[in-house]
Structures are given as C-alpha cells and as structure tokens.
C-alpha cells in the first residue's frame, strides 16, 4: 500500500513524543525542555536524539538552499515560520545540509498571550500551526519541530549577538507493552489501502485481542469550504452530503456520472457504523475487515453505489443490512443539514491530529512516515509490542524480506528470514555440484591416461626401430592389460 504519503504526528503537547532543550547557554536551558510540535514530515531517529549548534538561517529559505562559509555540518538550522510552506523551507534547509530544523514561529498563540510580546498591530492565532505535509514531502530525511514565539524569539536574540547556542532533540518510543494500538486513516476511494483492505482480515485474525484497531474515514469540512452558501443550501453538489456539511473529492474527477463525492461519504459512514457495531468492542472487527474485502467487488465505477452490491458484501460478511442502516440514519443521516455524530467525529479528530494526506496510520499514537502497504503496517504494529511479548505471527512474518501477507496465510516466510535457501535445497544443491565434478575428474582422468599411450607410442616410434616381428607393447599396454610379465625393462622392451 504505498502511501507515498507522511503520515501525520501528533500536535497537542500531551501526545508529542519528542522533547526540544536549549543546552548552551544556560540561560535558556529550560527544565522539562520547550513545548514545541513536531513536523509531519521527515524520518526522526526514534530512540535518539541530535545535539548540535544552531545556525539562524538568515533567510527565509523559500527560494533555495543557502551557502555560507560558517555553516559546519552537522548543524541545526533555525528558520522563521512564513513565506512558503514548512516542506519547501525543510528541504532547502535539508540541501543546505542541515541535520535537522527548528522553525520559530513569528506569530503568537491566543493561549500564549500572557508570555508573548507580538508586534503593534499583530493578532494572536486561535488555532496553533500544523507542519503539515503539502504532498511533496517524502524525500525529506531530516527531523523538524516547531518552537513557539516566546520560546524562540530569546534564542533569536543570542544568535543575533553572535552567541553559541546547543539544541538537543530528542525521540522517545512510547513505553511499550504487550498490547499495541493502531490507527488507520483512509477513505473508500482510496486506491492505496486496496491492499490492505482486501488482506489485513488475515492480520487481524492472528493479532487478534493482542493489538486494538480505531478506522477512521477523511472527509472535508465542507462548512469551511463554503460548501454551504448564506442560504444554506448546498452548492458543491455531488461532491457534499448534509447540505453541504460533508464532502469527499469525486473519484473519476466527473461530477455528472461515475462514482461521486456523496457516495464517498456514504460509504464512509457505512464503514463506520459497521465498525462500532461489530469492532468497537473487542477492537478485531473481523467482521469489518470482511466486509472490506468482499466490497472489493463493488469497488468500481458502476457498483459502487449500488444498493445491492453493497448489500451483498454485507451478508457475504455476515453483517446485518438493516441494522447498518438504522446505525446510519440515527447518527444523523446523510440528507438533513444537520451534524452526523459519526462523521463530526472524523472532521474534528482530522483537524485535531492534522491529517492531510492519505492513507495515515499511528501505532501507539506514533506516526508511520513514509509509504504503506501491508508489509509495512504489519511491522509497524509488532514493532509496538514489548520484547518478548509479541504474538507468534509477528516472530513468525515481521523479518520477512517480503511476501508477509503470504507468511501470516501460511505461517512461514517464502524465504528465510536472513534471506537464505531452505537447508533440503542447499544440501541437494551441494550434492549436485560435488557429483558434478566427481564426473569431471573422471573424465579427464580418462583423458590423461589416452594422452600418455599417445606419449609413449610416438616415443617408440621416434626413438627405437623395431625389428621385423617384434612385439611392440608398451609399458603402459602391459600394465593396463598384463600385470603379471617381469622381464620387461623400462618403457616395456623384452629383455630377451
């Protein structure tokens, strides 16, 4: 499933997994470190931390990376928030070679008023800044965080006057145990978690109650898109349910025919309710895996939103029709203005974790960066257990070097772990070879032998002129054929 996509982080500070402390000068050594957030983008190294010298950029690094002699790799560079968006300023910076960034806001939180100077004028922001993916950021390497006006306007200060000053980032592994909880973000049409919609009912079966899966749907907030005009009438049409409260993007990108942004929705809604009727409660939801992927054929262009494909993935899946429908119309329903409790849930936990791309996944509310599939997801999840407490089909598939989905089907990787033949194969391997050169010293021996007759008769012939009558055998004749004759001298003449 290759999400080519970052996979959103945390923003609220009691979930941020990675800490930001100011070692030198002691002045802004902070106890606790500094409140920050961190980027949805880049590839922290968990478990580990950077301390280097900061560098203030002096440049918004919207136009490219910067050169200056002072910059001694490896360096953190400290960039202000503003201009272009946090993947453009991060990729210059990382071409800058930059080790890792900290990007200091310039504007000042509504919630940080009372310990933040804003300039005459300024307003404060209600909602914090999300270092969001804007889509391109997937060759980014480096980590990046966000620091708070009042935090970084003092470390400003001390680079300005030309002082020293030592960052250290830090990324701790949420303390882990045995049971691990997962998340997934997507969306019907998304074609990238296919894969992990048709197969991962095979994970859940192995995993079962040891790990606790939370689906989510994306949608958009389509009162915030003016999706719903003074009126309150809907004027995105097709692509919004509600009254244009709930929107998805038109799959096959036609708004008059094809699969359309409500049926999204709908979809979406469905997907939810089956979930908190048959895996809320245990966390599995096999029946919901099921369901996924007996829609798989529905999932075109021409059954999507028909009333009986769906219905029959659902009885294929042993999910009750009527009572996914009434879940649906009495969390609010698709057609009235009003909010559906269901789909409100996705929109504000959207906005509150930050997702912008999709799929998204979190293991023990740490994201998974880089490109998803089901290899990738299975061992994100069993790497969230504790040592020595992850379930068999985690010993047995993680290491795969690949074919998972085949290893937890069949309970063995398609090769060994180390990449290795399968001992029976490399010992009739071996027994070949050996019977193969076995018939090649024979042979030459066979043809050393024929030589050396050769040899010896041309010598006869060259050397010693026989008398008419007599025998001319030779040394290697008579040892071939007649062990027994010892009146012969060297190279086989009588000595009669």
């Known amino acids: 499933l290759a999400i080519t996509a970052t996979l959103a982080s945390p923003v609220t500070s009691s979930s941020v997994t990675s800490s930001l402390q100011i070692n030198v000068p002691k002045n802004l050594n902070q106890k606790g470190g500094y409140d920050h957030r961190e980027a949805l983008f880049g590839i922290p190294p968990y478990g580990g931390s950077i301390q280097q010298t900061i560098y203030a950029a002096n440049d918004n690094l919207c136009s490219g990376p910067i050169t200056r ?7 953190i560079l400290m960039v ?50 999300i270092m969001g993916n804007d889509g391109s950021g997937s060759d980014i390497t ?31 592994v949420p303390n882990p145990d045995d049971h691990v909880e997962y998340e997934l973000w997507t969306s019907p049409s998304d074609f ?24 989510h749907m994306f949608l958009y907030d389509g009162i915030k898109v003016a999706c719903r005009n003074k009126d309150g009438n809907n004027v995105c049409d097709s692509l919004c349910t509600n009254e244009g409260r709930y929107c998805a993007s038109d799959p096959d990108g036609d708004l008059y025919q094809g699969i359309s942004g409500a049926n999204v929705v709908e979809e979406s809604l469905r997907r939810l309710c089956i979930w908190d009727l048959y895996g809320k409660e245990n966390g599995v939801g096999l029946e919901y895996w099921d369901y996924l992927r007996q829609f798989g054929v529905c999932d075109n262009g021409s059954n999507f939103m028909k009333k009986d494909c769906v219905e029959g993935a659902m009885i294929r899946a042993n999910v009750d029709t009527s009572t996914v429908d009434r879940c649906m119309y009495d969390s609010g329903g698709l057609k009235e203005p009003w909010v559906n409790t269901f789909l409100e849930q996705s929109l504000d936990l959207k906005e509150k974790k930050g997702i912008i791309v999709l799929p998204s996944a979190y293991v023990n509310d740490v994201p998974i960066r880089g490109a998803l599939d089901f290899d990738v997801l299975l061992k994100a ?41 399968e001992a029976n194969t490399f010992i009739l391997s071996l027994l070949g070879i050996a019977g193969f050169f076995s018939l090649l010293v024979l042979i030459q021996h066979k043809r050393s032998q024929s030589q050396l007759r050769d040899q010896a008769y041309g010598i006869h012939a060259k050397y010693m002129k026989l008398e008419k009558g007599e025998s001319c055998e030779t040394a290697i004749e008579i040892n071939d054929y007649d062990d027994s004759n010892e009146d012969e001298t060297e190279f086989g003449y009588s000595k009669k």
């Open 192 to 215: 990238t978690t296919a894969e992990i919609n048709s197969q991962w009912i095979d994970a859940a079966m192995k995993l079962d109650s040891t790990a606790t899966f939370t689906p």
């Open 80 to 129: 202000d928030r503003g201009d272009c968006s946090f993947v453009q300023k991060v990729r210059n910076a990382q071409h800058s070679g930059a080790t890792a960034v900290i990007i200091a806001d310039n504007t000042c939180q509504c919630q940080h008023q009372e310990k933040c100077e804003s300039k005459a004028g300024d307003v404060c922001e209600n909602e914090e800044p």
């Open 142 to 172: 480096i980590s990046s965080m966000l620091m708070f006006k009042q935090d970084a306007d003092p470390v400003r200060a001390a680079l300005r006057k030309g002082d020293a000053v030592r960052a250290e980032l830090a990324w701790s």
């Open 69 to 75: 002699k002072n910059l001694h790799p490896p360096f």
């Open 381 to 421: 999840v069993c790497a969230g257990y504790k040592d020595g407490t992850a379930p068999d089909v985690c010993l047995k598939c993680a290491n795969c070097l690949d074919g998972e989905h085949e290893c937890v089907v069949n309970d063995f990787c398609p090769t060994n772990d180390d990449g290795g033949i």
